[in-house]
C-alpha cells in the first residue's frame, strides 16, 4: 500500500532562515508528488507538484522540492522563510487510476518573528 | 477564478442524528474526492467520483453515503452521527484529463454534540 512519510511533525524557525521538511513515500510505480500548504482555519493549498521531467519543481511563494527517484523523497524547501509562512505543510502522493490523494501527517511550521 | 464551494461551512449536530453536506466543484472538473481531517490529522480519503460514477473508496463508514450528481455537485450523506465524526470535512475536485492536480474547497466543519 502506498504510504507517505514525513519525519518533522514540528518546525521552529526564525524569519530568513533556510526551510527543508523531509517526505518519503513508498510506491514502487509512477506517482505524483504533491505539496499542499494549510494556513491556520483555512482549506488546502496546492505548493507545488511533480508529473515528470524536470526534478526540481518551483512552487509559489519561493518554495521549490526536489524529487529524488532513488530515495523515493521530495523534500520541500524554502532559502528564507517568512512569518507568514506559519502553517501547517502536507505532503502526497496519487498513484494509480483514481488520483486519491494519500497525505503524510503533516509538518507544522512556526516561524518566529 | 471559481474555486470549489462547499456547504454548510459550519454544522452542528446531536448524537445519531442525520447531515448533509454538499460540494460544487470548479467549472468544467469531472472528478469530485471527499476527505476527512479529524483534529490534529492528516487528510483521510473517503470517496471520489468520476462522471458521475464512484470511482474509488475509502475509509468511508457504512454510515455514510455520497452521489454525484448531473451538474457534478456531490452530496455526502451522514447517518448515526457518532462524536467521532466531529471533522472537517474537505471536497475537492479535479478534471481527470492529463491527471490534473485536486483544488480543495474550504471544508465543512461539522462538531458533534
Known amino acids: 500500500a502506498q504510504s507517505v512519510s514525513q519525519h518533522n511533525h514540528h518546525v521552529i524557525l526564525s524569519e530568513a532562515a533556510s526551510l527543508e521538511l523531509g517526505c518519503n513515500y513508498s510506491y514502487g510505480g509512477t506517482v505524483n508528488l504533491f505539496w499542499y500548504v494549510q494556513y491556520p482555519g483555512q482549506h488546502l493549498q496546492l505548493l507545488l507538484k511533480y508529473f515528470s521531467g524536470d526534478p526540481l519543481v518551483k512552487g509559489i511563494k519561493g518554495f521549490e522540492a526536489e524529487f529524488i527517484k532513488s530515495k523515493f523523497s521530495f523534500n520541500l524547501r524554502k532559502p528564507s522563510v517568512q512569518w507568514s509562512d506559519t502553517a501547517e505543510y502536507f505532503c502526497?502522493?496519487?498513484?494509480?487510476?483514481?488520483?486519491?490523494?494519500?497525505f503524510g501527517t503533516g509538518t507544522l511550521l512556526a516561524v518566529q518573528p | 477564478a471559481a474555486g470549489v464551494i462547499q456547504s454548510p461551512r459550519h454544522l452542528i449536530k446531536e448524537k445519531r442524528e442525520t447531515a448533509t453536506l454538499k460540494c460544487y466543484p470548479i467549472p468544467r472538473h469531472d472528478t469530485v474526492y471527499w476527505y476527512q481531517q479529524g483534529p490534529g490529522q492528516d487528510p483521510q480519503f473517503l470517496i471520489s467520483f468520476y462522471e458521475k460514477m464512484q470511482s474509488d473508496k475509502g475509509s468511508i463508514p457504512d454510515r455514510f453515503s455520497a452521489q454525484q450528481f448531473s451538474d457534478y455537485h456531490s452530496e455526502l450523506n451522514m447517518s448515526s452521527l457518532e462524536l467521532g465524526d466531529s471533522a472537517l470535512y474537505f471536497c475537492?475536485?479535479?478534471?481527470?484529463?492529463?491527471?490534473?492536480?485536486?483544488?480543495f474547497g474550504d471544508g465543512t466543519r461539522l462538531s458533534i454534540l
Open positions: 502526497a502522493v496519487n498513484a494509480g487510476a483514481t488520483n486519491k490523494l494519500i
Open positions: 475537492a475536485s479535479s478534471s481527470r484529463e492529463g491527471g490534473q492536480p485536486q483544488h
